[in-house]
């Protein structure tokens, strides 16, 4: 009876492998970010807004962006329209948005590398769990910097389903869907542009694989291919820098420019520092201080919490990972992957250096958000360590990751609940 069940378990989960991962993934991502939402409020720059929707209506909620991210300004009136002052929603929507963002990646993965098990399961739990970008209780605010990292991933998955795709009409489809996502998510936060390049690398990638061109043949198709995207990254930076005058200081093209001619050589120097202190950062010290501050600052229940929600998670995740390991052969599941390590560093380096170039830093305390854009290069990175390691050691270490970062986010919540 018990091996009856386990084999009707197993070949239900590889004929149902879509279905179960989707599930899978999204209820790792629910109890992560979702089961402390009744307990969250209004914080920081939350009340803002609120009070600009309350007194002025959608007029003065687009009004308070037009001095620095005027487009966000609009996104901000379709959002308090849609949610208005409840709590509750703007919590459901910033939790939506991290799904959205979930499922962007879980396509990009399933179509880059459709065999390799392990790698996909590790980068999306890393993902879902990476512990920089710890503002997601502050949703009024912030679900913002999610929509802009969703569309962004998303832009990217219909951009590569373009490529790889055979049939006409739908690669038409796609590529159109992946045109527009950019020129959606470039002016809510300009410094995300990075993405722009890890789009390149990855449409090059598929290239590649598709053709097996040589590096020349393969680098001009992608650059011809990429052009719709590189004339609206085009006009989008013409309109900042020469047509739309910030006068916030940390967002004024003109006063950044002046910086760089007066001191170039201590700015260039600066550049190279901080991007490789912010890639340490980013990359490693994430996964230790972040978990330290917060632990630091909960009480004793609070702890008690996060770590029994932390061992909830990575119950569900051994167990998942142990059955679809049984479903597949070892050459599916386990591949050392080199190129995933210089893949993932270069999408951190690039998808920072916007930021870096913009004179902002990866600060632990508050900034810390900076690291968002990166962590789909973070997740590729460390998995592509991971596949060094022998197996039962690699499935332990990413286990103990994603204990970590549950741990962090769940603590995070609770600490602002706590306020």
Not at 30 to 46: A, E, R
Request: charged content about 15%; cysteine-free; overall charge positive.
């Amino acid at each position: 009876m018990k091996k009856d069940t386990e084999k009707f378990m197993l070949e239900y989960l590889k004929k149902h492998s879509t279905i179960v991962s989707l599930i899978f993934f999204g209820l790792i991502t629910i109890i992560t970010y979702g089961l402390l939402i009744p307990q969250l409020g209004y914080y920081q720059d939350d009340w803002y807004l609120i009070w600009a929707g309350q007194t002025g209506g959608l007029s003065d909620v687009i009004a308070l962006f037009t001095t620095d991210r005027p487009f966000m300004g609009w996104v901000y009136a379709f959002d308090y329209k849609l949610l208005g002052d409840g709590i509750l929603g703007w919590h459901l929507w910033a939790l939506l948005l991290k799904l959205v963002g979930v499922y962007g990646v879980y396509w990009l993965l399933q179509m880059l590398w459709p065999k390799e098990k392990f790698l996909k399961i590790s980068v999306l739990l890393l993902f879902i769990v990476y512990p920089g970008f710890l503002s997601q209780p502050i949703a009024n605010t912030f679900q913002n910097h999610l929509l802009t990292y969703g569309a962004a991933i998303w832009s990217i998955a219909f951009g590569v389903a373009a490529i790889k795709f055979e049939r006409k009409t739908v690669r038409v489809l796609f590529f159109l869907a992946s045109v527009a996502l950019t020129a959606l998510y470039l002016p809510i936060y300009e410094y995300m542009i990075g993405l722009e390049g890890a789009k390149i690398i990855l449409f090059w990638m598929v290239y590649q694989k598709k053709y097996s061109d040589n590096f020349k043949s393969s680098l001009k198709k992608v650059g011809l291919w990429y052009l719709p995207h590189l004339v609206v990254s085009l006009i989008f930076l013409y309109w900042r820098f020469f047509l739309f005058e910030s006068s916030r200081i940390t967002t004024n093209e003109a006063t950044l420019l002046s910086n760089y001619q007066s001191n170039l050589g201590p700015s260039l120097l600066r550049l190279v520092v901080e991007i490789v202190k912010d890639f340490i950062d980013t990359v490693v010290h994430v996964w230790s201080f972040t978990l330290y501050k917060n632990f630091d600052m909960a009480d004793y229940a609070d702890f008690g919490q996060a770590i029994l929600i932390a061992i909830i998670v990575v119950g569900i995740s051994a167990f998942f990972l142990f059955n679809i390991n049984r479903t597949e052969s070892t050459a599916d599941f386990w591949q050392k992957n080199n190129k995933l390590i210089w893949l993932g560093a270069g999408i951190v380096v690039i998808t920072l250096l916007p930021m870096v170039i913009a004179g902002r830093n990866v600060r632990f305390g508050g900034f810390e958000r900076y690291t968002l854009q990166a962590s789909l290069g973070v997740a590729l990175l460390i998995t592509g360590v991971l596949s060094y390691i022998r197996p039962r050691m690699r499935e332990a270490l990413l286990l103990a990751l994603l204990f970590v970062g549950v741990a962090t986010q769940v603590s995070n919540a609770q600490n602002w609940a706590d306020l």
